[in-house]
């Protein structure tokens, strides 16, 4: 398994919490061992222009170390009205891209067919984000089922695992689907087995 070191931060208690600071440079991560670093960009925020000049420099030196780079690129703000709105998750994608991310993790929105716009617009591999605690392990994995069945590379689940009763098997249920097209029937029997 590799390791993915995150460069950026920021907290709830913050006064923006949707500003993110660089708190790792790409050289600290290669002295850890990483084997691709990520960064968090959220459009829309007041900071978005710090966190896109922060995202060109993490690029830049991600490139000279042929280190790969993952943005995590969200719509976030108060002029945002949906975060979830293909329009913006498509705009956000494709910037991560063209700032030089090799991956791009964003929302789901919504729908296989919307996210299937978002995938065709992007010219790096796109990974779906796992979002808030969902109502259920069913949800999860429709969430999982119509993001690949949309183009996705893949998906990005945290709290939804990691929170869930049985984190082993749900990550199991999930590699599942990724990786062997596994249902979301198919992805339920995992979990209970």
């Not at 259920?136 to 009763?165: C, P, T, W």
């Amino acid at each position: 398994m590799g390791l993915i070191v995150h460069l950026s931060a920021g907290t709830a208690l913050s006064p923006d919490p949707n500003a993110k600071e660089l708190v790792c440079t790409v050289e600290e991560a290669i002295k850890l061992g990483a084997d691709a670093v990520s960064i968090h960009i959220n459009l829309g925020a007041e900071t978005d222009k710090e966190m896109l000049r922060q995202f060109g420099l993490v690029s830049e030196r991600c490139t000279e170390w042929q280190m790969p780079l993952i943005a995590m690129m969200y719509t976030r703000g108060s002029k945002v009205k949906n975060e979830f709105d293909v329009e913006n998750v498509k705009l956000a994608a494709r910037a991560g891209a063209e700032m030089g991310a090799d991956i791009v993790k964003v929302v789901y929105t919504g729908s296989p067919e919307s996210c299937a716009q978002v995938v065709e617009g992007c010219p790096v591999p796109v990974v779906i984000a796992g979002g808030p605690k969902m109502g259920s392990d069913e949800d999860i994995f429709r969430m999982a089922d119509g993001a690949l069945k949309a183009g996705a590379g893949g998906v990005s689940i945290g709290r939804n695992a990691f929170q869930h009763e049985t984190p082993d098997k749900m990550v199991r249920a999930l590699s599942r689907m990724v990786h062997k097209g596994a249902s979301v029937q198919d992805a339920i029997k995992t979990l209970k087995g």
